[in-house]
């Protein structure tokens, strides 16, 4: 150990004169450690929702959508479809119709989104047969059965869904699967029947729109309000027909390898397929969210280093009484040899390690709730209102190197002043009263 260090550590240590500036550089490595633990607790919490929204968003819409120009129905699917395929990186592809209507279950009526998706394909692109929570992935031909919830409307219900004809005769009739939210709304569960209602057929005031009544073969729970809320999900024929595309899909979506590909399949697809083929990636299709989180993330980073800066402060208030109370030991130490860097050192030594003691505090308590968080979900949220039910936590190592430089940064600018002033002390005037 040099002896500048050597000696800002003894004076961080020294309680016979400076007992109270010690206690204030205590303080003010408190500070230091409140004001990392937050930031580590927030980046990781923003890190949390950006994957966990991502996730399931991807979960739903796919890596990449291959869709007309302004929607148009793309009748030449399946040799589009064949090309798609293979396209280098593409794991998975499946043709959808998309569209808004209306589903009835007696006098309930509600808005939704009706998409028709190919039951062999769905799970090559995303994740909506792993999300089933009650009854099945049978969107072809389902018979109504007497429904039964097994508890409260919060728990899981019970498969009442048949696929083989009961003895009262009852017709098969297409299934439907509805999001869990829908389905409250409604009041209808796994075997009961609702009826679609398109708009597509409205060309005039006299002509009605298509009807075509479903079975609720499945309900479905992705987690994000939005979706469990809106989307319900029904095979390409009857999309069809319910939306008069004869022989039509609304686009083909993809899965790749890696979604961070995205950005480049797009272009490959645009100089394979060209106009009018269009291609959204996962980031096109949500850009609005994602590049909120990415600015909310570092507008906390800034805002909550103030904490930190306070902090900062304190250390310049601290430092100028301990040049102040050792003006003879730097006399001496001058009049003996010592340089002004040396002097300096000193003190900036004296303020990195508070600051560097306060830091390593920081992120270990940071650290230790982020896991407790990550491993039992103490903190619920409403997932009506944040998408998630719960604070996601992710914790990634840049986040730290980032908030222990920020750190150390603001406490070495503070330390700055005080150590010019301790280094520019003149040595006589230091010692001439002692």
Known sequence: MNYELFIANRYLRSKRRTGFISLITYISAGGIMIGVAALVIVMSVMNGFESEVRDRIIGQDAHLKVTLFHEEPMRDWRASEGKLKNLRHVTGTSPYIQGKGMLRRGRAIEGAIIKGIDEATVGQVGELPDEIVAGSLSLRAVYPVKPVY?????????????????????????????GRQLSFRLGVAVGDCVIAVSPS???????????KRFVVSGVFETGIYEYDDAFSFIS???????????????????????????????????????????????????????????????????????????????IVSSQIMMVLEKKREIGILKAIGATRREIMRIFLYEGLIVGGVGTLFGLIIGWALCWAQQTYKFFSLPGDVYLLNYFPVRMQATDFIIISIVSLVLTLLA????????????????IRYE
Do not use: C
């Open 150 to 178: 097994s508890d409260s409307l919060t728990g899981r219900l019970k498969d009442s869904l048949s696929t083989t004809p009961p003895e009262t005769g009852a017709k098969p009739m297409p299934g439907i699967v509805l």
């Open 201 to 211: 057929s409205l060309a005039g005031m006299l002509s009605a729109p298509k009807l």
């Open 236 to 314: 390409i024929e009857s999309a069809q027909e319910l939306f008069d595309l004869p022989d039509a899909v609304t686009g083909i979506e993809l899965k790749l390898d890696d979604l961070e590909r995205a950005e480049l399949v797009k272009k490959m697809i645009e100089q394979d397929l060209g106009y009018p083929y269009y291609a959204r990636t996962w980031f096109d299709m949500h850009r609005t969210l994602f590049h909120w989180m990415k600015l909310e993330k570092w507008l906390y980073l800034i805002l909550l280093s103030l904490i930190i800066l306070v902090a900062a402060f304190n």
């Open 415 to 430: 330390t700055v002043y005080p150590a010019s002033r301790a280094g520019t002390l003149d040595p006589v005037e230091a």
